[in-house]
């Protein structure tokens, strides 16, 4: 059984084509014309041992938000796709990742109840020219559109890039865990034999 997918979106701001692998080794095609997301998603994609490849072009004139937000949509959907009734799964993912004076936390349930709730602060606006805002507006749309529940703590740090990087890190290796098969779990992951 393959857990990939393809998805393509085309608005008026964005331009989007993303391929999605959960069963992966870690390789990353990434052109998103947003650097720090480029290296962001790189990250997570090679701590997650996915593959991706992602081809992205927007209104990155006007700002970054449309792209960042717009990927996190795409990425949420195929990962709902690739995981398909997600029968089999661990379903619940947890990773804590330091990253220098950073530590971040990532809990995951791939529950189909979309939530998102974060935890602690980005001590500046900026890391160079991306506004770190974006952050929560990507891993909302991401849990949103997976239809997960993502909760991000970040326990402490200094560096603002740093503190990003430890989230994306454990955002890879929390879901690495929560979309592994497991032999014990037959059928869906739930008492109640449905998931949402």
């Known amino acids: 059984m393959t857990r990939d997918s393809q998805i393509e979106r085309t608005t008026s701001e964005t331009t989007i084509a993303l391929k999605f692998d959960i069963d992966g080794e870690g390789i990353a095609a990434i052109e998103t014309g947003v650097p720090f997301l480029t290296h962001m998603l790189d990250l997570f994609t090679k701590h997650g041992l996915f ?19 717009d990927v996190g949509i795409c990425l949420g959907q195929a990962l709902k796709q690739a995981l398909g009734d997600k029968k089999g799964i661990r379903r619940y993912g947890h990773a804590v990742v330091p990253m220098d004076d950073a530590l971040a936390e990532v809990v995951i349930d791939l529950s189909d109840r979309p939530h998102f709730e974060c935890r602690g602060e980005i001590p500046s606006q900026k890391a160079g020219t991306f506004d770190t805002e974006l952050v929560d507006e990507f ?3 991401l849990a949103l559109e997976a239809r997960m529940n993502l909760h991000v703590i970040i326990h402490y740090g200094k560096n603002t890039h740093h503190i990003i ?32």
């Open 139 to 141: 891993l909302w749309k």
């Open 51 to 69: 593959n991706l490849k992602v081809k992205a072009s927007g209104d990155t004139e006007v700002d970054d938000h449309h792209t960042t937000e």
């Open 165 to 196: 990087e430890a989230v994306f890190k454990a955002l890879g290796r929390a879901l690495d865990s929560a979309t592994q098969m497991d032999p014990r779990v037959k059928g869906i992951p739930s008492t109640k034999g449905t998931l949402g």
